[in-house]
């Protein structure tokens, strides 16, 4: 049998001090409001990611149902929810890439590189990859 140190002993836990912070703090400045309105986002970015499987499973299941899912593309009310969708993922990708000096620090010789040389490289990237896509689209691949 285990005894006590001390039988009186009952544990207190104060109640700790918390700021009260309102619901809508990120309103207060741009950089915060920029922040939330990316990550509100992110479900448009996960939609276009659907859309691209489904777009591969219809192909997938041959050139009827590749037809059907290429009418449903041309109709009026999704043409104006995909361009309402391309504006909020240039939204997304211009902010994400300007993140990358926050996230990516590189030195050559001691020295750091500049943001804006890592900023300049991931736009050239991107650029490279979108005409690279461009030119295979127009190709006919």
């Known amino acids: 049998m285990v ?18 912070i309102p619901i809508f703090w990120w309103i207060r400045k741009r950089a915060y409001v920029k922040f939330i309105a990316r990550e509100l986002t992110s479900p448009f970015v996960a939609y276009a990611a659907a859309l691209l499987l489904m777009q591969v ?5 041959g050139g009827a149902a590749y037809a059907r899912f290429l009418a449903w593309l041309q109709l009026g009310p ?7 969708l391309l504006i909020i993922l240039l939204f997304h990708t211009v902010t994400w890439l300007n993140l990358a000096p926050k996230a990516i620090v590189l030195h050559v ?3 750091r590189i500049p943001d804006a040389a890592v900023v300049a490289g991931h736009y050239a990237a991107w650029l490279a990859v979108s005409t ?7 190709r006919g691949w």
């Open 78 to 84: 999704v043409l104006i929810w995909h361009g309402a």
């Open 57 to 61: 499973w219809a192909l997938a299941r």
């Open 3 to 20: 005894r006590a140190v001390n039988p009186d002993y009952t544990p207190h836990h104060p109640k700790w001090y918390r700021r009260r």
């Open 109 to 111: 010789r001691g020295r």
């Open 132 to 138: 690279f896509l461009v030119w295979l689209l127009v």
